[in-house]
């Protein structure tokens, strides 16, 4: 069959598409290709195809090898690479969340002074609470715990001991409205104090890294998986087809 189409030259890649056998692929590369119309594309394909010897549409088997090995990779990759990115966000969201819980009550915060009465440890996953504090502020019994008071894992308990004894006060933003329950290792109701550091400045500096570190890499994920799944659901499964009447 002879046609206006019959003569035009598709470019490389389009005529890899109908070799391996994506013909919507091969529509809208050369449309974008060559800036033309669905239909003018449509019939320049399928006048290819009529006018082509179908011998002549198969690519080497090596390259379509090649071709399901990388998306059998990628099958797989993606969707680990995605899992770990909302493991990664649910994990920090723990720190996350006090801070903000901090931020929208950050009015109710004054300064106070906290006793300590005893060394605290409970590893009871209800509570989150690691090495810390038992203490009072006025005849308030409460319990402290904050990553700048003492790291658990460079001090055991008799460096802790030494650094907190009974009778030491330490000045902290105290809000009796706010749960005390713990996050991340850490008191709610009880804020480390600084003289020279506003009470927000740390807790924006929390979700600040979280934006960065934690929801950035898994919104790059959600597109790197969208973007292979769109390729998946297009290539439809790669294969060489037969005769031209396969394309249909």
Not at 118 to 142: N, P, R, V
Not at 152 to 175: C, I, M, Q, Y
Request: charged fraction near 20%.
């Amino acid at each position: 069959m002879e046609n206006e189409h019959a003569e035009i030259s598709l470019p490389d890649e389009v005529i890899r598409c109908l070799a391996t056998g994506r013909k919507i692929d091969a529509i809208k590369m050369l449309r974008l290709g060559q800036g033309i119309g669905l239909k003018e594309a449509k019939e320049a394909v399928d006048a290819y195809l009529l006018s082509s010897d179908p011998s002549q549409l198969r690519v080497p088997q090596g390259s379509v090898v090649a071709e399901r090995v990388s998306d059998r990779r990628a099958a797989w990759l993606v969707p680990v690479v995605v899992l770990v990115a909302i493991a990664w966000a649910l994990i920090n969201s723990v720190s996350l969340a006090a801070s903000l819980i901090i931020l929208a009550n950050q009015e109710g915060y004054a300064e106070a002074t906290f006793t300590v009465d005893k060394l605290l440890y409970g590893d009871d996953f209800e509570s989150g609470l690691s090495w810390g504090l038992e203490g009072h502020i006025g005849g308030k019994q409460l319990r402290y715990y904050a990553p700048t008071l003492a790291d658990g894992k460079a001090l055991d308990r008799r460096g802790l001991a030494k650094a907190f004894p009974s009778g030491t006060e330490l000045e902290v933003w105290h809000n009796e409205d706010v749960t005390d329950t713990l996050f991340q290792h850490r008191t709610l109701n009880l804020v480390p104090y600084s003289e020279s550091t506003a009470l927000t400045v740390a807790e924006w500096a929390t979700v600040r890294w979280w934006l960065q570190f934690c929801l950035l890499p898994l919104v790059i994920a959600f597109i790197i998986g969208r973007a292979f799944d769109n390729r998946s659901g297009l290539n439809g499964g790669i294969r060489s087809p037969r005769n031209p009447g396969d394309f249909s």
